[in-house]
């Protein structure tokens, strides 16, 4: 309950009690003095009866104000205690205020020193929030390239899943079809065509095909002859075994048990397939029916897989291929090989080409040193040609001129002009290829006419 009502409460009901009791002394007066009033009217009243009534009434009223005044102690007591309790409320109350003003003060400081450090703060931050609001707009378009580029890249995986679904099945298609012993003969000359072609030898000049070969061992139609510098030639022949190693490379190469030994077996029998196709390939001995070549024949294999597995399956199979005079070829090697022989094509060529223009300047050197004769003898009619036009001019000038000078006297209207003389010489020839030329033909021509001379 709040302390001032509370005193408000004690000051009222005292002043209640105390009209109270006035109020009972008052009425007992009445009542008495009425009663001898009363009995004045019947009969005297003793004055010491009225003394002793007045002494009872006193010692009433005085205890009823002894009452009232430990009522009014009471109350006086208890408001005290209520208002020093109030004076403590009141200054802890007051220690509060104060304390609150200084807190708050205090916060207010602090929230001013705040706000003047994150102003700084803020400022000394204001190009790094540029940065990071150019940072954020950067993202947001990286984010929309990158939604853009997620949906492109789906559409690219959806492309790439359906070509991967039309690559497995042109794959299937094209295994089905390669179980065919037409279709893989068919495929591996096409292959040996593609490296010969990319090698950069050129059909029927460096190398013919399905050539018609005879040897003691018999008639044979290789894929194709290579032809060598020096009139050499080379047989190659294209071989696919296909069948044992596409069985086989359909099971995983970590497959164990039964799996396994079918894998096995499966590459045993690829590879006692291409020992059948050296051994009939050695068989026909090709190099027996070719002029110089050499004695080995080129079993290509269109496929590196079918030449590892082969090998990786029998080390020994290329020794067994050597001994049989066959060399197994993968299109890596035979593009190696034929690299080199076109290579040596056209070194060749270079070659010839050289030699033919050595002899080409040999021989304009020497008609070059026929020429200076030709030119020496020319320029000798050149000055010949000019002492006859010198001389013609002279004679003109001494003899026809004076003559016609006569008749000028009959008609002025023409004038005869001087003739100049030509006072150029051819030039002479100083080259020494020229020089040494002409003085071996004036030797020669001397020595016609010494012998001329001899025989007159």
């Not at 032809?227 to 069985?247: R, Y």
């Not at 593009?335 to 002899?359: E, G, I, R």
Request: hydrophobic share 45%; charged share 25%; glycine share 6%.
């Amino acid at each position: 309950m709040d302390p001032w009502l509370t005193l408000l409460l004690g000051i009222a009901l005292g002043a209640m009690l105390g009209a109270l009791c006035t109020v009972i002394v008052l009425q007992r007066r009445a009542a008495r003095a009425g009663a001898a009033t009363s009995g004045a009217g019947t009969h005297a009243v003793d004055p010491a009866v009225l003394a002793a009534r007045h002494q009872v009434d006193l010692a009433e009223l005085r205890s009823a104000e002894a009452k009232v005044s430990a009522i009014l102690r009471e109350e006086l007591a208890s408001v005290q205690a209520t208002t020093d309790a109030l004076r403590e409320q009141l200054a802890d109350a007051q220690r509060r205020a104060r304390e609150f003003d200084e807190r708050h003060r205090e916060e207010a400081a602090a929230r001013t020193e705040r706000e003047q450090r994150e102003s700084k703060v803020l400022q000394a931050l204001a190009p790094v929030r540029e940065s990071l609001h150019d940072m954020q707009l950067k993202v947001s378009e990286l984010e929309a390239q990158r939604s853009l580029q997620h949906g492109e890249l789906s559409q690219q995986l959806r492309s790439a899943t359906e070509s991967e679904e039309r690559l497995r099945s042109t794959a299937e298609s094209l295994a089905s079809a390669l179980r065919a012993n037409d279709t893989r003969g068919v495929w591996g000359e096409t292959q040996l065509r593609s490296v010969v072609e990319a090698a950069g030898l050129i059909e029927r000049v460096d190398f013919d095909v399905q050539s018609s070969i005879s040897s003691d061992a018999g008639s044979g139609r290789p894929d194709m002859v290579v032809h060598l510098p020096g009139g050499k030639n080379i047989a190659v022949d294209a071989k696919v075994p296909f069948t044992g190693f596409l069985e086989a490379s359909q099971i995983p190469a970590t497959a164990t048990g039964a799996e396994g030994a079918r894998r096995t077996a499966l590459l045993g029998a690829h590879v006692k397939a291409v020992r059948d196709h050296i051994t009939a390939l050695g068989s026909k001995a090709y190099w027996q029916g070719l002029e110089a070549s050499p004695e080995i024949v080129i079993a290509f294999i269109p496929s590196e897989s079918l030449v590892s597995s082969a090998l990786e399956a029998d080390p020994s199979i290329m020794e067994f291929a050597f001994s049989k005079r066959v060399a197994l070829a993968s299109p890596v090697t035979l593009w190696s090989v034929l690299k080199t022989v076109a290579f040596t094509w056209q070194q060749d060529v270079l070659t010839h080409d050289a030699k033919l223009l050595f002899d080409l300047s040999r021989e304009l050197y020497a008609r070059l040193a026929v020429t200076a004769t030709h030119i020496e003898k020319l320029g000798r009619s050149i000055e010949r040609t000019v002492k006859d036009y010198n001389g013609f001019v002279g004679s003109m000038e001494r003899q026809v001129l004076p003559t016609a000078r006569k008749l000028n006297a009959l008609d002025e209207s023409k004038v005869l002009a001087p003739l100049a003389g030509v006072e150029e010489s051819p030039r002479e020839l100083v080259a020494w290829e020229f020089v040494t030329e002409l003085e071996a033909a004036g030797l020669a021509a001397a020595e016609l006419e010494a012998s001329a001379q001899r025989a007159d």
